[in-house]
């Protein structure tokens, strides 16, 4: 009873939360800190010894809050224990900023989690830090179902539950749309009228977003060899960083994936941006720009 009457009173100031303005945020999904300091501005762990040699780097460092989800036959639900996982240890890492903020997770509700649920978890959160950065990633599909992209069905096999909004606890909301077929210069265009039309109408006024730029490549795609991808995500990395500096609702970038994927469809994204020479040289190109403007 306690809690939701927090949560209460929560909901009534949070009209009076603002946005803090900053520079463009750019980490990578398969973060390395030997190889992208000094061009990366922000990453993500569970690990709290990654957390702080990455802090020690200037790096901006987000824990990942995924030990609060359980992932059952049916889709994710709450850890029963759900509370416990933001410890006194985290607070003080907050606290004398080690890290930021807090990562809530990846495709959750995609993954089955309810609204209500990330909700409930995001305004927890904020709660207890009201001024930190709070970042979830969703599948697309939560937010507009429809032949036009993707299935409706999730990993589970179960049918996706649209949403209408965004929790209000987060700072950013981002949703993944990956180029995977034949070169076409148009894409990153249609991610962009995919959020201006599914996802700017269910911001909240302190919220902003984030892209997650496909950075990959495949030596089994029929459509598209391995150098076919690298000039294909070259050319997106550019398209990508110029709608951020042009749209004050972009607050960052971050591209899936630097390293090699050992689930993913062999061919699709398996190869990672590490082993490609023109993209990972455009995208580290952008980045110096990003941290060092």
């Known amino acids: 009873m306690r809690l939701l009457l927090l949560f209460s009173l929560f909901n009534l100031c949070l009209g009076h939360y603002?946005?803090?303005?900053?520079?463009?945020f750019f980490?990578?999904?398969?973060?390395?800190?030997?190889?992208?300091?000094?061009?990366?501005?922000?990453?993500?762990?569970?690990?709290?010894t990654l957390l702080v040699n990455n802090a020690n780097?200037?790096?901006?460092?987000?824990y990942e809050l995924n030990d609060m989800y359980i992932d059952t036959p049916n889709g994710l639900i709450l850890s029963e224990n759900w509370t416990e996982v933001i410890t006194d240890e985290i607070i003080e890492m907050y606290n004398n900023r080690t890290i930021i903020g807090f990562f809530m997770g990846d495709e959750l509700m995609w993954d089955g989690l309810s609204y209500n649920n990330l909700?409930?978890?995001?305004?927890?959160?904020?709660?207890?830090?009201?001024?930190?950065?709070?970042?979830?990633?969703?599948?697309?599909?939560v937010f507009k179902c429809n032949k036009t992209y993707g299935k409706c069905i999730n990993g589970h096999n179960r049918i996706v539950n649209i949403t209408d909004g965004i929790p209000p606890g987060l700072s950013v909301i981002s949703v993944d749309m990956y180029h995977m077929n034949h070169p076409d210069s148009?894409?990153?265009?249609?991610?962009?009228?995919?959020?201006?039309?599914?996802?700017?109408?269910?911001?909240?006024?302190?919220?902003?977003?984030?892209?997650?730029?496909?950075?990959?490549?495949?030596?089994?795609?029929?459509?598209?060899?391995?150098?076919?991808?690298?000039?294909?995500?070259?050319?997106?990395?550019?398209?990508?960083y110029s709608w951020a500096l042009e749209d004050p609702?972009?607050?960052?970038?971050?591209?899936?994936?630097?390293?090699?994927?050992?689930?993913?469809?062999?061919f699709e994204d398996e190869i990672g941006t590490k082993y490609m020479n023109i993209t990972k040289t455009t995208w580290n190109v952008i980045g110096d720009l990003i941290v060092n403007e």
């Open 119 to 141: 909700t409930l978890t995001a305004e927890y959160v904020r709660f207890l830090f009201p001024n930190a950065f709070i970042w979830e990633n969703e599948g697309a599909n």
């Open 249 to 266: 609702l972009i607050t960052g970038m971050v591209p899936w994936t630097w390293y090699n994927c050992t689930t993913c469809q062999k």
């Open 18 to 24: 603002k946005w803090k303005d900053t520079s463009l």
């Open 57 to 62: 780097k200037g790096i901006n460092q987000l």
């Open 186 to 240: 148009k894409f990153v265009s249609v991610v962009k009228q995919f959020y201006q039309t599914w996802i700017y109408p269910k911001l909240h006024n302190h919220q902003r977003a984030f892209t997650v730029p496909g950075s990959f490549a495949s030596n089994f795609n029929p459509t598209c060899n391995f150098n076919c991808y690298d000039r294909m995500c070259a050319e997106d990395a550019m398209n990508y």
């Open 27 to 48: 980490g990578w999904y398969g973060y390395n800190p030997d190889v992208m300091e000094g061009w990366t501005n922000l990453g993500y762990s569970l690990n709290l």
